[in-house]
């Protein structure tokens, strides 16, 4: 055994307090900068879909005012006929019962046929009617009939591309009663591809009250590539990074998408490194999509102390099973629940010796709820979750779980919103894009765990080298977008504000727990390129907090 190692081993266990501390900082820093670039990736990776939904809510009358006429009779029941019954029959049933008590004549009554029709149109029912029977009010008993339009054929217009499989991927089937939305979460799952075009028409069916829904499909490529450039990386492991990722969609009918992407950092070197690789695949079915996801990053990092210079090493494995389900939709919103089944392993080693107290193999239950509301020309997305660790699937205890350093459970409640409001003044048009994310834990939390704040994706304006690290926090991204007209450069301006709570790790390191930065940058497209150049710089951090006064990002991505 050489000296080097017996030294290095001898570094381990007998470090002075600051080296080590600063050793441990630095350490912790890159393992949480590789968690915030691979949770990065993956987003970008992953394009994003189509909505469906309508911008304007055409609101119904929940009140009927029904006029004063000379021959009426006073109402005592309401009975609507609906066979097969609509699920919406009780509100309509209580929206009718408003009758009661009133004298109505015939203007009443079509008052009240007139506003049940309107109230089902806007539930989605947009080929069901309301029908008068002929009937004697005089006992203060009014029947309406319901005839419920039902879907006669789902099928492919003449022309269209046939390769698809509609049963899996079009929630109205024949014989349903027809519901507009369920024809917005097929034209959703008909469009989740690249470059599809796909229009639906409704037509007369032969037989009463049924409809055929005609599905006019142009075809799509197959494969499409996509890659990406930017400077998220840190200088210990590669401040430049690319990558590039292969698309396959739809090559089993099912309009399912799968990727394989591949990135490293952009210049090789022998003091640092870093390389990633990952395999998406997503089918959606009716209401439901579900997804596998598989990744694998490494990178190498030189550690100076004041003798020598060591190599370390770190390699993590992520994978993650999720089924989501649209629980819930109307004419401008969507209600989906998700449970995600994550599986993390990481190993990092200095020079040849394994880090055994770094180690982990950790299994998690990830529930959440997400909401989409388009309001005019605004849209609002808000979803909650929560998360912890189960021992299934192999999963171990890691040291400092097994020492009380850290939580078994790490157990994780975040919430995120975000919206886009614009406005204009005259001819000139912005809008405001601001974000809010918080996580809370009771727990004390392993490093890929805890909530973070100073880099791209949280608070902008610092170098990304260094982050406030610590179980719980929130940040607020406010974004000012700027149009102008006939060109496709966005100019921009940031101000984020964020805050760790219950102390910042290390603790006893930083006098402060929050960060104030800005930004001003532009985003804009060139053919199949799209880019984001910003300026950025900090306005408060603690004294302690080192970081460049300006700091310049880049992320270029090309589609094709």
């Not at 109230?119 to 029908?131: A, L």
């Not at 204009?424 to 918080?438: K, R, V």
């Not at 179980?471 to 450069?489: T, V």
């Not at 060139?526 to 603690?542: E, T």
């Amino acid at each position: 055994m050489n000296f080097r190692f017996i030294f290095l081993l001898s570094t381990l266990t007998s470090l002075p307090l600051a080296a080590s501390a600063n050793t441990a900082q630095i350490i912790d820093q890159q393992i949480n900068n590789q968690a915030s670039q691979d949770r990065s990736r993956q987003q970008q990776t992953q394009l994003e879909a189509k909505d469906a939904l309508g911008k304007t809510r055409e609101r119904s009358n929940n009140i009927l005012v029904f006029d004063d006429e000379k021959d009426c009779f006073q109402m005592k029941q309401v009975i609507l006929l609906s066979e097969p019954k609509l699920p919406s029959m009780r509100p309509l049933e209580a929206y009718a019962n408003q009758v009661v008590g009133v004298c109505i004549g015939i203007n009443g009554v079509e008052t009240l046929a007139k506003g049940l029709q309107d109230k089902i149109i806007k539930s989605g029912y947009v080929t069901t009617r309301v029908n008068i029977p002929e009937q004697n009010i005089s006992e203060g008993i009014l029947t309406l009939q319901i005839i419920p339009g039902k879907v006669a054929n789902v099928k492919l217009a003449e022309g269209s591309d046939t390769y698809i499989t509609l049963g899996a991927i079009m929630p109205a089937k024949e014989g349903d009663i027809l519901n507009i939305r369920d024809i917005e979460q097929g034209l959703e799952n008909l469009e989740r591809i690249p470059g599809a075009k796909v229009n639906i028409e409704l037509a007369p069916g032969k037989e009463f009250s049924t409809s055929d829904i005609s599905i006019q499909r142009e075809k799509s490529s197959h494969f499409n590539v996509g890659g990406y450039y930017n400077n998220s990386g840190s200088r210990q492991t590669g401040k430049d990074q690319v990558g590039v990722t292969l698309y396959a969609n739809n090559l089993t009918s099912l309009n399912d998408t799968i990727y394989v992407s591949a990135g490293k950092n952009l210049k090789n070197q022998a003091r640092y490194s870093t390389s990633n690789t990952a395999i998406y695949y997503a089918v959606p079915y009716n209401y439901w999509l579900f997804s596998l996801y598989a990744s694998k990053s490494d990178y190498k990092q030189t550690i100076n102390d004041s003798v020598f210079s060591y190599k370390y090493y770190g390699d993590s494995k992520y994978y993650n099973a999720t089924a989501s389900n649209v629980f819930l939709r109307g004419q401008t919103f969507k209600d989906t629940a998700s449970i995600q089944l994550i599986k993390r392993k990481s190993k990092y080693k200095l020079e040849d010796v394994a880090l055994l107290s770094q180690q982990r193999d950790l299994t998690s239950l990830k529930l959440g709820v997400s909401h989409r509301q388009n309001i005019n020309n605004s849209t609002i997305d808000a979803s909650i979750y929560y998360q912890r660790n189960v021992p299934w699937f192999g999963a171990e205890e890691s040291w400092d779980m097994k020492y009380g350093d850290v939580s078994k459970m790490s157990r994780v409640y975040t919430a995120d919103i975000s919206g886009m409001f614009p406005f204009a003044f005259d001819n000139f048009i912005m809008s405001y894009n601001p974000q809010l994310f918080i996580q809370y834990s009771r727990d004390r939390l392993t490093i890929q765990d805890q909530f973070s704040l100073g880099n791209r994706w949280t608070v902008r304006g610092f170098d990304e080298e260094f982050s406030l690290i610590g179980d719980k926090g929130f940040y607020l991204r406010n974004e000012f977008n700027f149009y102008i007209p006939g060109f496709s450069i966005y100019p921009y301006y940031a101000l984020d504000y964020g805050r760790v709570f219950g102390g910042v790790y290390p603790l006893g390191l930083y006098s402060d727990d929050q960060l104030l930065g800005m930004a001003i940058g532009m985003r804009g497209n060139v053919n199949i390129f799209s880019y984001d150049l910003f300026l950025g710089a900090p306005l408060y951090k603690p004294d302690e907090y080192e970081t460049s006064s300006v700091n310049a990002g880049l992320n270029v991505q090309w589609f094709w």
